[in-house]
């Protein structure tokens, strides 16, 4: 079995920063793929930024040269630093990962249970 689990969310003022963390645990051989998505009310869970493995990165057009996703594969952890954070990124924020849990194994995905990232003045 897998965890993962975020933290760092919280209320935030217009430009203001917030960073955000995921670690995975468990029965964990191999993590590949790392992201991170979010939901805002009413609409669909939606892909803010993805990392392989070698740190080849992926942004959402509304998040470029303001977000910046990184990891650190001796803990699994994947990480979100957002700046210049906008009313638009309130919503909850998702991590995922793509696991093995052995050398022959399936690869899986797996979801953290989401963060609140709230911006308000």
């Known amino acids: 079995q897998v965890q993962l689990k975020e933290s760092g969310g919280g209320l935030v003022p217009p430009g203001g920063s917030l960073r955000l963390s995921c670690p995975a645990s468990?029965?964990?051989?191999?993590?590949?793929?790392m992201g991170w998505y979010r939901q805002r009310t009413a609409q669909a869970r939606e892909l803010v930024a993805s990392i392989s493995r070698s740190g080849g990165t992926n942004y959402a057009d509304s998040v470029k040269g303001r977000f910046t996703i990184s990891r650190d594969n001796n803990k699994n952890t994947v990480f979100l630093q957002m700046n210049s954070l906008n009313v638009e990124d309130t919503a909850v924020y998702y991590c995922n990962a793509v696991i093995r849990s052995s050398s022959m194994g399936p690869l899986r995905t797996y979801w953290g249970q989401g963060t609140q990232v709230t911006v308000s003045s």
């Open positions: 468990g029965n964990i051989f191999i993590s590949f793929d």
